[in-house]
């Protein structure tokens, strides 16, 4: 009995993890009409399986436009809002680690309070001052409310690592004939860089999942990103959502996810746990 | 660890001089710093919440812009007297519960059979980050298609339930249903606090309380509870927190129907739906308050503290 607890838990852990992807991959497999007549089970049945047609028709038919955009759209604003908020997280992290200054509790009350606010009740008062300024239904209109909610968990998993830095080692160096930049650059920026990207990933996984923000700030596909698309995906019945061309879409929109897992997962673990836990 | 490197920063060598205009430099540096972040996040957040303050006592209606006019706390006073603003905020308070107390049953055993774990560490904590990386409202589709009665397999595999059950038809089901997307996506984080936690809990305690004869259950709640006990405390605040803004699920599997809307759900519905952002305003006031209570409960309630959980606060 003692020696069965750890295989079936381990089990059990990844058909909770795994089932509902597979099942939405299964979806995804299904073809149109079977699931507009109704095809309730879990794989497709007899002649309902419809290969990779779902998967075309949402990237490349001209009827689901949006969702081709609205990727390029995510990748863009993403992309673009992680490497703007870990430079300004690294910053503050650095000084807060290794400095001595008034207003290091601020920082980090306030970011506590970010990381607490309740997301939509800004979502009004943003949508009302995004059209004043211009920037409603734009890249930087939700590129700024990304870095603004991703500092503090940025700011926390980056200190955390930089105080595990041993910054002797730059006095080390320079005590060795380097110069402070030097010492700076080959000593402490290779020992930082694993927790910056850290940060980054985490950033990352924050923008591309945001919905609040997608639905509420764009109104058109300029710049509306995946789960926004996602939740507005009509087909041809406006009626009928079309689950399968959803789902599909659905599994798209997850690859990177899965990706980004697979090839750094003992950095997520480690940059989820220290900032929140070790601190 | 933290505190080499701070002491290296600031030596306290007795050079009255020389160390003040040091320290001032450091001073002006470390604030040059961390300048841009609270730029950054003051203009996202207390400026709109200010401007939210201010637009609450109007009656403001996008759709009529020149309407605006003033009307003092008469936007607080209907939604405060209104039914709906209550079933709200009860159903949220009550998804907050029902997520969390489940997330941290469940997600403790995953971080005990984690703990144990010798190999197959790498394949499981991948697995366990799926859920935590893909997105809320994909996960929200992936369990309304799943619930679907048309389309779904939940029916089919619960033998008590009929094939034609319909859970978004009832608040009850329907509940259910999201509480179960939220619980699936939420546990992997909670799991992973509740590991980290695990790990600081000394073998060596454990070991001497199993050789004084405690059993697994004594050793579980007198000696590994207590001493995760700031783990624990930090991750429940941190989801309640996160469990009480709850919106993504809920826009995608009911859209608010059967009376599943949540606090955030009706101060979109007003805010971005109807354009009326006096009341809308208002509502996100009170959210906002809501939170601020909630904070302010956990951590008196169950003396969290964070300032040694993050050893700066």
């Known amino acids: ?279 | 660890m933290s505190t080499t490197a701070v002491q290296t920063a600031t030596p306290t060598s007795k050079v009255p001089k020389a160390e003040s205009d040091r320290s001032k430099s450091e001073n002006r540096l470390g604030q040059r710093l961390v300048l841009p972040s609270i730029i950054l996040m003051l203009i996202v957040t207390a400026f709109p919440m200010l401007r939210a303050l201010y637009l609450s006592v109007f009656d403001y209606t996008l759709t009529a812009p020149d309407d605006r006019s003033f009307v003092g706390f008469s936007n607080y006073v209907t939604a405060l007297t209104d039914p709906l603003f209550w079933t709200s905020t009860g159903i949220t308070v009550l998804y907050m519960l029902v997520t969390v107390a489940i997330e941290l049953v469940i997600g403790f055993i995953f971080a005990m059979v984690m703990h144990r774990l010798i190999f197959a560490r790498g394949v499981v904590r991948t697995s366990i980050l799926i859920p935590y990386g893909i997105i809320t409202v994909v996960s929200g589709f992936a369990w309304q298609f799943a619930f679907s009665y048309q389309n779904g397999f939940v029916n089919s595999w619960l033998p008590f339930i009929g094939a034609d059950f319909n859970w978004f038809g009832d608040t009850t089901p329907a509940v259910i249903a999201i509480c179960v997307s939220e619980i699936w996506k939420t546990t992997p984080f909670m799991s992973l606090l509740l590991l980290a936690g695990l790990a600081q809990v000394s073998e060596d305690m454990v070991e001497a309380a199993k050789v004084d004869g405690a059993t697994w259950w004594q050793r579980l709640w007198k000696v590994v509870l207590p001493n995760m006990r700031s783990a624990i405390m930090v991750a429940v605040l941190f989801r309640a927190l996160d469990a009480y803004r709850i919106f993504d699920n809920i826009f995608v599997m009911t859209a608010g129907a059967e009376d599943t809307a949540s606090i955030s759900f009706l101060t979109y519905r007003q805010t971005i739906e109807q354009f009326q952002l006096g009341m809308g305003s208002a509502l996100s006031v009170l959210l906002f308050l809501s939170v601020l209570v909630i904070a302010f409960l956990i951590i008196k309630l169950f003396r969290v503290d964070l300032a040694a959980a993050r050893q700066e606060g």
């Not at chain 1, 920026?189 to 509420?216: C, E, M, Q, R």
């Not at chain 1, 789902?247 to 990706?259: C, D, E, L």
Request: with cysteine; proline share 6%; charged share 10%.
């Open chain 1, 1 to 279: 009995m003692k020696k069965l607890g750890v295989p079936i838990g381990v089990t059990l852990i990844l058909l909770w993890c795994l089932l509902p992807v597979a099942w939405i991959i299964s979806l995804s497999f299904k073809s149109e009409e079977s699931i507009t007549a109704g095809n309730p089970g879990f794989l497709p049945g007899e002649g309902t399986f419809a290969g990779w047609a779902n998967y075309d028709k949402v990237l490349s038919d001209p009827l689901y436009d949006y969702f081709p955009r609205a990727i390029l759209n995510s990748i863009g604003i993403s992309l673009i809002a992680t490497a703007l908020s870990v430079i300004v997280a690294t910053l503050a992290a650095y000084a807060i680690a290794r400095l001595e200054f008034k207003g290091k509790r601020l920082v980090l009350s306030l970011a506590l309070v970010i990381a607490m606010f309740p997301v939509v009740s800004l979502v009004g008062p943003l949508f009302d001052m995004w059209r004043t300024l211009g920037i409603y239904d734009t890249w930087i209109g939700l590129i700024i409310p990304y870095m603004s909610f991703t500092l503090p968990l940025a700011i926390w998993t980056l200190s955390a690592f930089f105080r595990e830095i041993p910054w002797e080692m730059e006095q080390a160096a320079q005590v060795d004939g380097a110069t402070s930049w030097q010492a700076f650059r080959k000593v402490i920026v290779p020992l930082a860089a694993p927790g910056v990207f850290t940060a980054a990933i985490l950033t990352f996984f924050f923008a591309w999942n945001d919905f609040v923000f997608g639905i509420s700030l764009t109104s058109t596909e300029a710049a509306r990103p995946i789960p926004a698309s996602l939740a507005f995906f009509v087909g041809a019945d406006p009626f009928n959502r079309p689950a399968s061309l959803l789902a599909a879409a659905a599994v798209i929109s997850t690859i990177p996810i899965i990706i980004i897992v697979l090839l750094f997962q003992r950095k997520i673990v480690a940059g989820l746990t220290s900032g929140a836990v070790k601190g």
